[in-house]
């Protein structure tokens, strides 16, 4: 009988989820509903300010700023896949999602997030070049070789996330539907499967593992010389110019990397449910307003940028009144 039991019970299809979300107190749903909802816009904002800064000042037309764009483009990305969503079952109270869309949000934001620690390992080889091979620079990173090195991000992101993802998809799941989570993710998912999803996580860790080291030993690399280089300059003022040009890109690895090791880091099972919930706050929603700042604030080009297109539509504002 209870064979019978188990063999109906594999043979129901889920066809929905219930996403638990953050915290059942209605007080603290309103105050996490407002800070998800500014930092949301924030972040949008702030990132579509920095491309539309690259695109209408000539200055900021350069290898750097195209990926730059192109980072921004895939924070907006990111946060999109994730926080409306968010959004509309703390206001509504509506918990389910479809098994589709479930699948949708797994897939985009892995998408996102690994062509960004791509993109990111792209930059630093990008400063790498500027600094390291500063007459060269022009001719290494052309316009073509920087759509490559995008183009090459995203394509990488997908092999990445093809194999662990292929293998999710003939999850089954036929016990509870409920998520312990605000998104859908790998990791709360494999939690409520009954299929045997040993071979599924060592494709996850091996998958991720392989992320990070192809991309971190990039950027590791590109510092170490850059590093070497910035040392070997005569004076002190060529240093300070040279460490600043790649700060703004050293703090948001700091912050991609760190929060992204973080999650793997849990003192024990029943902590880990609360910190991958509290790790995926910050990397869905502050980490995506922070970079934007962190680029215009820490440089003068693109400070300059904003600054004169606020002076040119104040001034075209002033012509029409």
Not at 152 to 171: D, E, Y
Not at 270 to 278: L, M, P, R, T
Not at 298 to 306: E, G, L, S, T
Request: hydrophobic share 45%.
């Amino acid at each position: 009988l209870p064979l019978k039991q188990e063999s109906m019970m594999r043979n129901q299809t889920i066809s929905t989820f219930i996403l638990l979300g953050l915290t059942d107190d209605p007080q603290m749903k309103v105050l996490i509903f407002i800070f998800l909802f500014f930092t949301y816009v924030l972040s949008v904002a702030g990132n579509l300010i920095v491309i539309s800064l690259t695109f209408i000042d000539c200055h900021l037309r350069t290898a750097m700023y195209f990926f730059l764009q192109n980072f921004s483009f895939l924070e907006i990305s990111f946060t999109t896949a994730c926080i409306p969503r968010v959004l509309y079952d703390i206001s509504t109270g509506d918990k389910v999602i479809t098994y589709n869309a479930c699948v949708s949000q797994v897939f985009f934001t892995h998408l996102f997030g690994v062509t960004e620690f791509f993109l990111l390992a792209t930059m630093s080889y990008d400063r790498y070049v500027a600094i390291c091979k500063p007459l060269h620079y022009g001719t290494i990173m052309n316009n073509t070789a920087c759509r490559r090195l995008v183009f090459s991000s995203w394509v990488a992101a997908l092999f990445i996330i093809t194999p662990p993802l292929s293998l999710g998809l003939t999850l089954e799941f036929c016990g509870s539907n409920t998520i312990e989570h605000f998104i859908c993710d790998a990791s709360p998912l494999l939690k409520i499967s009954c299929s045997n999803t040993w071979f599924m996580e060592q494709t996850v860790i091996i998958s991720a593992v392989l992320a990070l080291l192809m991309t971190l030993t990039c950027v590791v690399l590109s510092y170490i010389y850059i590093i070497q280089t910035i040392l070997g300059f005569p004076s002190a003022q060529q240093k300070k110019k040279a460490f600043s040009t790649c700060s703004s890109h050293m703090i948001v690895v700091s912050i991609t990397y760190g929060t992204c090791i973080f999650i793997y880091i849990k003192s024990s099972p029943e902590e880990s449910v609360a910190i991958n919930k509290g790790v995926s706050v910050l990397t869905t929603s502050i980490a995506p307003v922070l970079n934007p700042f962190i680029y215009t604030l820490r440089n003068k080009q693109v400070k300059q940028a904003f600054n004169n297109s606020v002076k040119r539509m104040i001034s075209s504002r002033n012509k029409r009144m």
